[in-house]
């Protein structure tokens, strides 16, 4: 495993993490704790140190299920990242909740969720720009950090829109990374917000760096996804689209012989903004091609 410092903190994160979004139950398949025992404990064989979550992946499930496992093992091993900004309403729905007040309790219950005594990096999640605006929020959370239960503040900047102000602003809130979707198929944070994180110092974390599976290389334009999977949702068009896209890279952009994940992951990496990509995992196996990925660089 290949390790590299996020922005300007102290932390040193594998370049591959362990994202958990399907530990809440979104992704058509419902975990139970030996599955996700199994999976961190072959992360943690692999290098692999860093943990993404948020708080609305599940009411906590996500977080729960993490807690249990690190309640179990030592704790100061992993880097766990989670969020703050939503709660969990029922499938893919979630009550935004973004009052200093609010935020405090989302915390509190993530770190007893977590089993935790403080959170590694603590990641605005997919706010508008008014809702970042917050300069009570941002004043307790700076209160948080000076009482040890958050070690860094980061920012989860949404899918919409450029993400361009709060990138900026990050620095100035107290933050230290900017997770942003990135992957050979969404290429749009190389024009603006992967530069913005390079002049600030920003550690990047990559999100969906398999463009939720698609490049992954198992499926082909016309696939469907069965009820409970968020992927379901998908424009049926921009999927097609988008598959006939990853055929093509397929075909021209990846080395013969070279497994489709690991160049996609690989592919996010060599971009020299990029500290570490997030890809879900929902088996051991994953977590293993997953981690290979280290090995193209």
């Not at 102290?10 to 996700?36: A, H, Y």
């Amino acid at each position: 495993m290949k390790y590299r410092k996020l922005g300007s903190t102290e932390l040193e994160v594998s370049v591959i993490g362990v994202g958990t979004w399907q530990f809440g139950g979104e992704w058509g398949k419902n975990f139970v704790q030996d599955e996700v025992d199994a999976i961190l404990d072959q992360a943690g064989e692999l290098g692999l140190n860093l943990i993404d979550t948020a708080e609305c992946y599940g009411d906590h499930l996500s977080e729960r299920l993490i807690g249990d496992y690190l309640a179990r093992r030592k704790r100061e091993d992993w880097i766990v990242a989670t969020k703050f900004g939503h709660h969990f309403q029922g499938h893919l729905e979630r009550e935004q909740l973004w009052s200093a007040d609010e935020v405090l309790k989302q915390l509190d219950d993530s770190l007893r969720a977590l089993k935790s005594e403080y959170v590694d990096l603590y990641q605005f999640h997919s706010g508008t720009d008014q809702q970042f605006d917050n300069d009570k929020l941002w004043s307790m959370l700076d209160r948080q950090v000076q009482a040890g239960k958050i070690r860094h503040l980061g920012v989860s900047i949404s899918a919409s829109g450029s993400g361009r102000h709060q990138t900026e602003s990050a620095s100035s809130v107290g933050a230290r990374a900017i997770q942003v979707v990135y992957n050979r198929l969404d290429r749009q944070p190389e024009e603006e917000i992967l530069p913005l994180c390079l002049q600030h110092q920003l550690g990047v974390l990559a999100r969906v760096p398999l463009a939720s599976g698609y490049l992954s290389g198992k499926y082909k334009p016309g696939a469907a996804f069965r009820q409970g999977d968020v992927r379901e949702r998908h424009n049926p068009d921009t999927r097609r689209k988008q598959l006939q896209e990853v055929a093509e890279i397929a075909a021209n952009e990846v080395p013969p012989g070279t497994d489709m994940a690991q160049w996609a992951l690989a592919w996010c990496l060599r971009h020299s903004a990029v500290s570490a990509v997030i890809p879900g995992c929902k088996n051991v196996q994953q977590v293993i091609s997953n981690a290979a990925a280290a090995e193209l660089l």
